[in-house]
Nanobody, 125 residues
Framework: QLQLVESGGGLVQPGGSLRLSCAASGFTLDDFAIGWFRQAPGKEREGVSYISSIDGRTNYADSVKGRFTISRDNAKNTVSLQMNNLKPADTAVYYC??????????????????WGQGTQVTVSS
């Protein structure tokens, strides 16, 4: 069974950091582009970042550029999202997703075929 599991969420003060991890079971993550998405209450799900499996290219939403970094650890079969200088506007449920084309996109939905269950990130003083 192909499964993605996110971890690392929690409560953090503004300006703080968190590191989210996306782990896979049943398949190898480096065969897929991996995207991170988030959904805040009352808002649509939005793309945060992705990393391609073809050339390692990364991309970020403008709202997180310079603060978030996506990376792979193929030995551990995980993809991480390092989040620094967190803001209250970053509060959301964060999801990782796998795109078998290997390209990746910040657009939610196709071509991402596998999704995790999400991890809550709350930024508040």
């Amino acid at each position: 069974q192909l499964q993605l599991v996110e971890s690392g969420g929690g409560l953090v003060q503004p300006g703080g950091s968190l590191r989210l991890s996306c782990a896979a079971s049943g398949f190898t993550l480096d065969d897929f582009a991996i995207g991170w998405f988030r959904q805040a209450p009352g808002k649509e799900r939005e793309g945060v970042s992705y990393i391609s499996s073809i050339d390692g290219r990364t991309n970020y939403a403008d709202s997180v550029k310079g603060r978030f970094t996506i990376s792979r650890d193929n030995a551990k079969n995980t993809v991480s999202l390092q989040m620094n200088n967190l803001k209250p506007a970053d509060t959301a449920v964060y999801y990782c997703a796998a795109d078998p084309s290997g390209v990746g996109t910040l657009v939610t939905g196709i071509p991402y075929e596998y999704w995790g269950q999400g991890t809550q990130v709350t930024v508040s003083s």
